[in-house]
């Protein structure tokens, strides 16, 4: 089946600092991928997305390449500020065994960023 | 952007009661809706999946009786928790997708608490 693989959190990074997080995906066929955000007491938003191979997807500074080869969509951030702190979902979006498009997700990764 | 708009936002109530709690999508017609259930600090679990006018399709695991789905137009579905106990509070996610290759929106969550 369908899985997402992200690193565990917490996070807590300073403000400024450099920001990897980590997913990895097992699909059958070819996902399209995602990455959400949710803050504190709020819904998911979607962040960005990538719907094919050596797709890069960027939003709000941040950015995720879809690597094929080594099925992976890691999340990226060259300066990270205080209200990027909030939880970070990788997502995959495949035929499930049901035979529908869905969402499957990872665990998500809490970020903190400090001042 | 397409907005998902999810009511209320947060309930308390007593055991044994039945809940509603309403999505809607402000801006597009949502052809298929789905629900999540979202356990402190874990990721979203998906409950079901419901096409405008169909039965809503079930996960493994989760009761049909309990969680009764209604998606009777195209910009309305309800989750109503039905005889709710204080092991079915949670946080509950609507999302809503126009078709297949539009991604899903999400609303802001709902809060349940069973007392």
């Known amino acids: 089946g369908n899985s997402v693989t992200q690193m565990e959190g917490p996070v807590t990074l300073s403000e400024e600092a450099f920001l990897t997080i980590n997913c990895t995906y097992t699909a059958t066929g070819y996902p399209s991928l995602f990455w959400y955000v949710q803050y504190p007491g709020e819904g998911l938003q979607l962040l960005l997305k990538?719907?094919?191979?050596?797709d890069k997807g960027s939003n709000k500074g941040f950015e995720a390449t879809y690597r094929k080869e080594t099925t992976s969509f890691h999340l990226e951030k060259g300066s990270v500020q205080v209200s990027d702190s909030a939880v970070y979902f990788c997502a995959l979006s495949a035929l499930s065994g049901a035979g529908s498009y869905q969402l499957t997700f990872g665990k998500g990764t809490k970020l903190s960023v400090i001042p | 952007g397409a907005v998902v708009s999810q009511h209320p936002s947060w309930v308390i109530c007593k055991s044994g009661t039945s809940v509603k709690i309403e999505c809607r999508s402000l801006?597009?017609?949502?052809?298929?809706m789905f629900w999540y259930r979202q356990f402190p600090k874990q990721s979203l679990m998906l409950m079901a999946t419901s096409n405008e006018g169909s039965k809503a399709t079930y996960e493994q695991g989760v009761e049909k009786d309990k969680f009764l789905i209604n998606h009777a137009s195209l910009t309305l579905s309800t989750l109503t928790v039905t005889s709710a106990h204080p092991e079915d509070s949670s946080f509950y996610i609507c999302s809503a997708r126009a078709s297949l290759n539009q991604p899903q929106h999400f609303g802001d969550g709902t809060r349940l608490s069973i007392l």
């Open positions: 801006d597009f017609q949502a052809t298929t």
């Open positions: 990538a719907t094919k191979a050596d």
